[in-house]
């Protein structure tokens, strides 16, 4: 019988199978079956062990008995993708007069989770979290000399990235960081004010704005 269930009658029994093997004990009047147990265990294809028992270690696995399809479940997960931007500006942008005006980078370079729209110049986040915020600016064309800043709205923030109250006439680079908190959903944009109407250069080198969240 296998497990109760009639097989058939048979003068001899053959034994198969991986890790079963079958001697004679003639000084016992008996034979000898021995089923080993063990299975062998690979890590990407290379012997780790043949062991009876598997043990599965490390933050984000789990494994969970399921009794109703005979099976062990393990379950992998994997560190969950942060954004990563990258964006740069590709045209000459006019900058007014004494006007908040949102800065244009609408060529991507890198957008991890799809959160960047070129088009808009705008980044909606996913997760909420802490972030780095980079911003690198040319302003030029000659103008008179005052007041310079650039900052990046988050949701309802505004966080200041740079500031120079006597930015010069002939313009210059403008690169400045800032760290924040951002809530899932809340829009991202980068500004610039001017005393002075200006262009920025239309230059990747010195046009970029690179968003990471840390945390």
């Not at 989770?113 to 996913?126: D, F, I, K």
């Not at 900052?151 to 010069?168: H, M, N, Y």
């Amino acid at each position: 019988q296998d497990e109760g269930i009639d097989v058939g009658y048979r003068r001899r029994l053959n034994f198969l199978g991986a890790g079963v093997v079958a001697a004679d004990d003639p000084a016992n009047s008996r034979t000898l079956l021995t089923i080993d147990g063990r299975h062998p265990v690979q890590d990407a294809g290379i012997a780790v062990g043949t062991r009876r028992s598997l043990n599965f270690l490390g933050a984000g696995v789990a494994a969970t008995d399921d009794a109703a399809n005979d099976r062990v479940n393990v379950t992998v997960s994997g560190s969950t993708p942060r954004t990563g931007v990258d964006a740069k500006q590709s045209v000459v942008q006019a900058i007014p007069a004494a006007a908040l005006t949102k800065l244009l980078h609408d060529t991507e370079l890198l957008d991890e989770l799809g959160e960047y729209n070129p088009a808009t110049s705008e980044l909606t986040l996913q997760q909420a979290g802490w972030y780095l915020a980079w911003l690198w600016t040319y302003p030029y064309t000659a103008a008179a000399a005052g007041l310079m800043y650039v900052d990046v709205k988050v949701g309802t923030q505004e966080i200041a990235i740079w500031e120079r109250t006597d930015f010069p006439a002939a313009g210059g680079s403008v690169v400045g960081l800032s760290f924040f908190y951002g809530n899932a959903g809340d829009v991202v944009i980068t500004r610039m004010y001017t005393a002075s109407a200006r262009n920025t250069f239309n230059n990747s080198a010195y046009n970029r704005f690179i968003l990471r969240r840390l945390t």
